[in-house]
C-alpha cells in the first residue's frame, strides 16, 4: 500500500512538471521568468527523484543527493523571487500568493527545510520516504498558490 501511494506522488509530480515547463517557454517579464527558471529547477530536480523511485531511470545515488540539494539551494530564494506582484500570461501564480504572504514564505520555508532535512540518500528504497517528505511541501504550495 506505501509503494502505491509513493508511486502515486511520482507520477503526479511528473505530470505537473511536464504542464509547467511548457507554460515558461512563453513569458516574457523577467522578473516572472526568474521565478519559472527557479521553480523549472526545484521540478526538475523533482522529476529525477521521482523518476528513479518509478524506476523510470537507473538510481543513481549522487543524482538523487544532488537532486535534494537543487531543491533546497533553488528553493531558499524563492519568496524574494516573488515578493514583487509580478505577473506575465504565462505565469502559474495565483494572486492568492500577495493575498497569504505569509503562509506562502512558509510553504516555501517547509519545503527548503524538508530537503535539508533528507538524509544521504544510498539507495532506491529511500526514495519514496524522500518525495514525501518534499513533494508533500511542493503539493501543498501548489494546491494554494498555483492555476491548475
Same mark, same amino acid.
Given at each position: 500500500? =506505501?509503494?502505491?501511494?509513493?508511486? $502515486?506522488?511520482? %507520477? &503526479?509530480?511528473?505530470?505537473?512538471?511536464?504542464?509547467?515547463? *511548457? @507554460?515558461? $517557454?512563453? *513569458?516574457?517579464?523577467?522578473?516572472?521568468?526568474?521565478?519559472?527558471?527557479?521553480? =523549472? @529547477?526545484?521540478?526538475? %530536480?523533482?522529476?529525477? /527523484?521521482?523518476?528513479?523511485?518509478?524506476?523510470?531511470?537507473?538510481?543513481?545515488? *549522487? #543524482?538523487?543527493? $544532488?537532486?535534494?540539494?537543487?531543491? *533546497?539551494? #533553488?528553493? /531558499?530564494?524563492?519568496?524574494? /523571487?516573488?515578493?514583487?506582484?509580478?505577473?506575465?500570461?504565462?505565469?502559474?501564480?495565483?494572486?492568492?500568493?500577495?493575498?497569504?504572504?505569509?503562509?506562502?514564505?512558509?510553504?516555501?520555508?517547509?519545503?527548503?527545510?524538508?530537503?535539508?532535512?533528507? @538524509?544521504?540518500?544510498?539507495?532506491?528504497?529511500? &526514495?519514496? @520516504?524522500? &518525495?514525501?517528505?518534499?513533494?508533500?511541501? !511542493?503539493?501543498? !504550495?501548489?494546491?494554494?498558490?498555483? =492555476?491548475?
Amino acid at each position: 500500500m =506505501k509503494t502505491a501511494r509513493i508511486l $502515486a506522488l511520482a %507520477s &503526479l509530480i511528473s505530470i505537473t512538471m511536464a504542464g509547467s515547463l *511548457a @507554460a515558461h $517557454a512563453d *513569458a516574457t517579464n523577467p522578473v516572472v521568468i526568474k521565478r519559472m527558471e527557479a521553480m =523549472k @529547477a526545484i521540478g526538475g %530536480s523533482m522529476k529525477t /527523484l521521482s523518476g528513479m523511485a518509478k524506476g523510470e531511470m537507473a538510481f543513481d545515488a *549522487a #543524482k538523487a543527493n $544532488a537532486a535534494v540539494a537543487i531543491i *533546497a539551494e #533553488k528553493g /531558499l530564494p524563492v519568496p524574494a /523571487l516573488f515578493e514583487a506582484n509580478e505577473t506575465d500570461p504565462a505565469t502559474e501564480a495565483l494572486p492568492a500568493i500577495w493575498e497569504n504572504w505569509d503562509d506562502f514564505v512558509k510553504k516555501s520555508e517547509d519545503m527548503v527545510m524538508a530537503a535539508k532535512g533528507v @538524509a544521504e540518500i544510498t539507495e532506491q528504497g529511500a &526514495l519514496g @520516504a524522500v &518525495l514525501g517528505q518534499i513533494g508533500g511541501t !511542493c503539493k501543498a !504550495c501548489h494546491d494554494d498558490y498555483r =492555476k491548475k
